[in-house]
């Protein structure tokens, strides 16, 4: 299985960008769909998670201005980020949670890709 994340940039305070991530590979179902991110010095934290069925949770510091996500069909998770501030700059992750043909459960995650809120 192999998530490939895509959409992250350079913006400026206040800007919006639209991060994606699609999985491929050998699936069978996929349940929880989520971003993490991980700043300079700092550990992973959770971003934002939503379930198969489009429940959603959020982290503290991004309710009401990221949105999270996703397209069962075609296997992707989104996350629309507003309202952009520099402490949001860092490395987006997207994770899923997949069951092979066996349901067997295993969590995957995507190569990351670089989001930098600066003027």
């Known amino acids: 299985v192999q998530l490939q994340a895509c959409g992250g940039g350079l913006v400026q305070p206040g800007g919006s960008l639209r991060l994606s991530c699609a999985a491929s590979?050998?699936?069978?179902?996929?349940?929880?769909m989520g971003w993490y991110r991980q700043a300079p010095g700092k550990q992973r934290e959770l971003v934002a998670t939503i379930t198969r069925f489009g429940s959603t949770n959020y982290a503290d510091s991004v309710k009401g201005r990221f949105t999270i996500s996703r397209d069962n069909a075609k296997n992707t998770v989104y996350l629309q980020m507003n309202s952009l501030k520099p402490e949001d700059t860092a490395v987006y992750y997207c994770?899923?949670?997949?069951?092979?043909?066996?349901?067997?459960?295993?969590?995957?995650w995507g190569q990351g890709t670089l989001v930098t809120v600066s003027s």
């Open positions: 590979g050998s699936i069978f179902s996929i349940n929880d």
């Open positions: 994770s899923a949670d997949v069951a092979d043909v066996a349901w067997r459960w295993n969590r995957y």
